[in-house]
């Protein structure tokens, strides 16, 4: 087979995020922003959305919160330093109007001794990837 046919894309463009706890103070994170959510973000964004900046938002129960630049808008990173057993939130989303906007979410917990503090509670104003597939 020639090999520009067996080489495997660069992208799939799939709509996907991801978190792995690797041990019990790292998480490996994945993500891959595709058309479908742009489509529904360019329906309740103003145009020019798509330059702004993207961005991970890592949460942990205990209120450490980690936001970290994303150069593109598919790729992977380990973020390390968390507190063991603690769960831990995910989200992919973009720097928008002064606001960070997430646009995918994902969980993990982290293994180890288990955190007594409540999950963190959901902000009204968040538009989660739920509600922009339910939004008309």
């Known amino acids: 087979m020639p090999p520009s046919q067996s080489a495997l894309p660069e992208r799939y463009r799939d709509d996907r995020l991801h978190a792995m706890a690797i041990d019990p103070q790292r ?39 980690r936001l970290l630049p ?23 989303g973009v720097e928008w109007q002064g606001r960070f906007l997430p646009l995918y979410e994902t969980r ?6 288990r955190s007594k503090r409540p999950a963190s509670v959901e902000l009204s104003e968040r538009i989660s990837s739920y509600t922009l597939y339910t939004r008309s």
């Not at 360019?42 to 330059?51: D, N, P, S, V």
């Not at 507190?83 to 995910?90: E, L, M, S, T």
Request: some cysteine; overall charge negative.
């Open 27 to 65: 998480i490996f994170i994945y993500w891959d922003e595709g058309a479908a959510v742009s489509a529904i973000v360019a329906r309740h964004l103003a145009a020019g959305w798509e330059q702004a900046p993207r961005g991970l938002r890592v949460r942990l129960a205990e209120g450490d919160v």
């Open 108 to 113: 993990v917990q982290l293994p180890g001794v």
């Open 70 to 92: 994303c150069e593109a808008a598919s790729g992977s990173v380990y973020v390390g330093g968390l507190q063991a057993g603690a769960p831990c939130r995910v989200e992919y």
